[in-house]
């Protein structure tokens, strides 16, 4: 057989027609001049949010607070009365009461720690679902992860302003 040469003919080429390259005052300062007009805008929607009040609990916080709270209540008694080997482990039941109800209590003092667990959760969650819902071999199957991705991605949505204002020091004189 014959073997093909890998190397590459090289052009010759004269010293006027080499391609110009951007120097790197010129690339600088086009990113610069973007990040600029983009922190702009970022400063524009900042000063646009109002740090919450005293005791004040934004909506989406409220929701999510709840919903980590039903999530316990609906455990517990499926716990009980789940038999058999199917029935899971007694610690995993624990650590995601424990870790609900910490994120219930978090979210309902609108702590800034507790919504990012809790989007944290509602993203994997997301994710998980999507994937099912990738392989879902029945209808049923299909419109329950739906049902779970619309909701969850709905609040996880929300709660990115809920954060913002969360995180938001107080403004003297607002």
């Given amino acids: 057989m014959a073997q093909r040469s890998r190397k590459k003919k090289r052009k010759s080429r004269s010293p006027g027609t080499a391609a110009a390259k951007p120097t790197g005052d010129a690339s600088t300062g ?6 600029g007009r983009s922190e702009a805008k970022n400063a524009a929607v900042r000063a646009q949010l109002e740090p ?4 004040e609990r ?4 409220t929701i ?3 919903t980590a709270l039903g999530l316990v209540l609906v455990q517990i008694p499926l716990y009980v009365v789940w038999s058999g080997d199917e029935r899971p482990a007694l610690l995993g039941f ?8 910490l994120m219930a209590w978090g979210m309902w003092k609108s702590k800034y720690w507790a919504v990012l667990g809790f989007q944290a959760l509602l993203a994997l969650t997301i994710l998980v679902l999507s994937l ?4 879902a071999s ?4 299909a419109l329950i992860c739906l049902a779970i991705i619309i909701p969850a991605g709905t609040l996880f949505w929300f709660m990115v302003k809920a954060m913002a204002r969360i ?3 107080d403004r003297p004189g607002a």
């Fill in 138 to 141: 029945t209808v049923l199957t």
């Fill in 64 to 66: 999510g607070a709840l």
């Fill in 58 to 61: 934004p909506l989406p916080v």
């Fill in 52 to 55: 919450l009040a005293e005791g």
């Fill in 132 to 135: 099912a819902l990738m392989v």
């Fill in 30 to 35: 086009s990113l610069a001049r973007g990040y």
């Fill in 167 to 169: 995180q938001m020091p």
């Fill in 94 to 101: 624990l650590f995601f009461t424990g870790l609900m109800l």
